[in-house]
């Protein structure tokens, strides 16, 4: 076998790549049907949902910063009379006249986008949003699933684990194994050639985050990727579906870009629609904070609603 080649499995879907003569083997799967991975966002009024069935549903929602449109586009049937600014901030306007507030919630997340794909059809990453806040972040992708979202919908792909049998101890003598981080990953979507997976509507600058898989768990606890940034937006929109009489005029914004240096979203706002004499962002406290896992109870999104509707109406 050449020390250039990886050599693909003749049976199509899943894969298996035998490595280089370096001894490196990566195994990939391509799992299950699309399906899995693929948020399906039916267009459902608000009244329909409740504040746990909206947090879980905007939890499998995925908002790459930079790259949020899908979201915000759901957003926008969600919110009847709302409007998506120059910026891409969806934006909602309560009452009129004095005082001019703004209540606001950042969407975006931490991510990922496809920064190359290789001659055998592999995609590498190159990671989207501020630095993160501890160095093994990365470290959730390796050997996870994850969503690339293609100019053709979304295309479900597993991130690459290193055989620890022809890898481990490759270093040298009494060195530690380079631990995993974004420059490692290697995602496998089922395409053996750079032409098969452009072919699935997938190129550089597509966005790719980890499958959203949002879980219910205990005494309402949600655990998902970014859980709090969005069970914090759905407290945010449940407040408005609870028409509450604004006092002055309140703009609602859901914002983008949050996560680049400037924060580009939400400094738009005031030279938009401002000036504003009081400005309120939306939080929550959360529990394994930036990881895959990270949990947010439902009884504080509770909490947050009925904080939001006496600000808004001035309480």
């Not at 990881?291 to 509707?309: H, N, Q």
């Amino acid at each position: 076998m050449s020390g250039s080649v990886r050599r693909h499995s003749a049976v199509p879907g899943p894969r298996f790549s035998v490595g280089t003569a370096t001894g490196t083997v990566f195994s990939f799967w391509t799992f299950l049907s699309t399906s899995a991975f693929l948020s399906a966002i039916p267009s459902i009024r608000l009244s329909a949902q409740s504040v746990d069935q909206l947090a879980l549903r905007l939890a499998s929602m995925t908002a790459v910063t930079g790259l949020e449109q899908a979201m915000t586009d759901s957003l926008l049937a969600l919110l009847p009379g709302s409007t998506r600014d120059r910026a891409g901030n969806v934006t909602l306007t309560l009452g009129q006249g004095a005082p001019k507030r703004l209540l606001q919630c950042p969407l975006d997340e931490v991510g990922y986008v496809v920064g190359d794909i290789t001659g055998d059809g592999y995609l590498l990453l190159r990671r989207v949003g501020v630095r993160t806040t501890y160095p093994l972040f990365d470290q959730q992708l390796e050997g996870h699933r994850v969503t690339v979202f293609g100019a053709r919908g979304a295309v479900p792909g597993v991130v690459a684990v290193k055989s620890v049998h022809l890898t481990r101890g490759r270093t040298g003598p009494g060195a530690p194994d380079p631990v995993f981080t974004v420059d490692n990953a290697f995602v496998d979507v089922g395409a053996a050639t750079a032409a098969e997976a452009r072919s699935l509507g997938i190129d550089v600058l597509a966005p790719v985050s980890l499958a959203k898989r949002p879980l219910s768990y205990g005494d309402r606890l949600l655990a998902a990727p970014g859980a709090g940034r969005r069970a914090a937006c759905a407290a945010l929109i449940a407040a408005v579906a609870a028409k509450p009489r604004s006092k002055g005029t309140v703009v609602v914004a859901l914002t983008v870009q949050s996560l680049y240096a400037g924060k580009a979203g939400v400094a738009s706002l005031n030279p938009l629609l401002g000036p504003f004499a009081e400005t309120k962002t939306v939080t929550l406290p959360t529990r394994y904070t930036d990881t895959a896992v990270e949990t947010v109870a439902l009884a504080d999104v509770d909490k947050l609603v009925r904080e939001m509707v006496q600000w808004v109406e001035g309480r």
